[in-house]
């Protein structure tokens, strides 16, 4: 993410870098995004682990978003430095990144039957407050204790799914803007969001599992779309940890804010094929009026935010920092990410004067045509000053190391063997 941002602002197209076009700007957007909700989920899943517990379901939910998300902004990434990415060599920093985005996606359990089998599945059971419980009396060998474990457990499951209805209808009309909820003045609506959601949840499992009943587990794709909620619950939750736990910078709040509504108008997404689909119409529909009685609401990540985001990735900043904590980003000569990453700070300083240099090119009558006699006309005429030549021509020496797209001689791309035939063939001809 900070890299293709330092790409975007440095390499110009039409006298604009290219980060400013508005498509350009959707594109990095979703980079940003997306990456502050992988390193959040990550982290979040890794803690767990470090604490000593076994995470199978959020271990199921981290693997399958940070590989499928991953191959996302791969792929935006692609698309923003365009023939930087093709050409594999020493300046490509993308090209592997694109080669290993399938490896993830498939390996180690293949995403599209973790989504389908293995996550709702799962959390359904474990995820439950009394679903396992009344599993566990069931199978209690003493009849009578498990009896009445399972009384407990079947009577407090009745309460919850019928506060999960109440919750839910009352939620949807009144858009989950009151309530009480943890957090500070800006996350608190967030907080509120998350809890209509997780109730919207446990009632079409709790609905789910008794109309369909052991046929669940053949209903992939509602499984699928269950799954998808409990995800971004999840996700969400791992978000709003993260920000709460780095100190709530104002600085994170874009990528916080795209990150958060992406995840909820998937939900929404989510809940709503789940209900238009689910195999017995009628609860489908009485699922629909508690859930969305007032319909859909959520929005996906709107272009004002995405403006925010991208400007954030293009811009020195301690929220950038934050995003690139972790990923080694050392300029030296086997790491052009590094390179480019580190060139930003420059580029924005040098961006004014490059401006009056190209405003003096059309205004003042430089007739030079290569780069070095035009800063010398600009420096005889008093455009610019000695030390902001220096500056320029430093600014095209990082552009150039920027854009420049590897290229070979053919014969270093032959295999060695080309070039030994001769000398294997001589010994054949004299014999």
Known sequence: AVVTGAYARIRKQFGLSVGRFEGVEEALARIGGKAYAISALSQATAAAVDRGDVPSVPSAIAKYHCTTMGREVVSDMMDVIGGKGIILGPRNFAGR???????????????????????????????????????????????????????????????????????????????????????????????????????????????????????????????????????????????????????????????????????VHKIETALSAALRNFPIRPVGWLMWVLIFPLGRRAEAPGDRLGHRVASLLMTPNEARDRLAKGVFLTPCANNPGGRIASYLTKAVMAEPVERKFLKALKTKGIEALDFPAQLDEAVAEGVISLEERKLLEELREIMMDTITVDDFDPHELRAASFYDKPQAQQPREAA
Not at 182 to 196: I, Q
Not at 251 to 262: E, K, N, T, V, Y
Request: aromatic share 10%; glycine share 10%.
């Open 97 to 263: 990144a694109w080669q290993a985005a399938p490896i993830g996606v498939t390996v180690e359990g293949a995403n599209i039957m973790t989504r389908s089998l293995l996550i709702f599945g799962q959390g359904a059971i474990l995820c439950h407050p009394w679903v396992l419980k009344e599993m566990q009396a069931a199978q209690d060998p003493d009849t009578r204790r498990g009896l009445e474990q399972f009384d407990q457990s079947l009577f407090g499951h009745i309460r919850f799914g019928i506060s999960n209805a109440v919750r839910s209808f009352w939620f949807g009309l009144t858009g989950a803007r009151i309530g009480a909820a943890p957090g500070d003045a800006y996350t608190r609506r967030f907080f509120r969001k998350l809890d209509r959601y997780s109730a919207n949840l446990a009632l079409m499992a709790d609905v789910s599992m008794l109309m369909l009943g052991g046929k669940l587990k053949f209903k992939e794709s509602l499984s699928g779309r269950l799954g998808d909620v409990l995800s971004h619950i999840y996700m969400t939750s791992a978000i709003l940890k993260r920000y709460h736990d780095e100190g709530a910078p104002a600085s994170d709040q874009p990528l916080l804010a795209w990150a958060f509504h992406d995840s």
